[in-house]
C-alpha cells in the first residue's frame, strides 16, 4: 500500500500484523537499510525460540514505513520456521509489497550451541 494516510504511523500499540506493509514512494532511486535485534520465531524441531539480529537492504523507488515493517517482524513470533526458509520469506514478502526493485535480507542467529548462524536471501534486479 502506498498513500500518505499510514495505518500503523502515529497510531498507539497496535498488533503484529504479517499484511499491513506499508510503503513510501521516492523520488528517485535509492537505497535504505533497516536493521532489528527484535526479531523472534521458534524451533520448528525443539519448540524453543530463535532469537536473531536482521539487517534489511532495500533498493528502489519505493521503501518501507518502518512501524508497519516492525509489526510485520513481531508477527514471526512463536512461528515454527528454520532460519533458511524465514529469510527466504522474508525478501519475498518485502519484494511483493515494494512491487520491484531489490531485497537483500541477512538474519544472524543468536548463539545456539556455540554456533552463529547467519543467512542471506536477495530478491531482486541484479546488474
Known sequence: MT???FNALGKGPMPADRDGLETIDRKQW????FSSGELVAQCPVTGQPDM???TISLEGFKTL???SLKLYLW????EAIFAEH???QIAADLSR???GG?????LTQNIRGGITTTVRSHVGLDF
Not at 535509492?30 to 537499510?33: A, K
Not at 508477527?75 to 512463536?78: F, K, L
Not at 531489490?102 to 541477512?106: I, K, N, P, Q
Open 3 to 5: 498513500d500518505t494516510t
Open 30 to 33: 535509492g537505497r535504505v537499510t
Open 52 to 54: 536473531y539480529f536482521i
Open 65 to 67: 514505513e518502518s512501524k
Open 75 to 78: 508477527s514471526w513470533h512463536g
Open 86 to 88: 524465514l529469510s527466504d
Open 97 to 99: 509489497a515494494l512491487e
Open 102 to 106: 531489490t531485497v537483500d535480507v541477512e
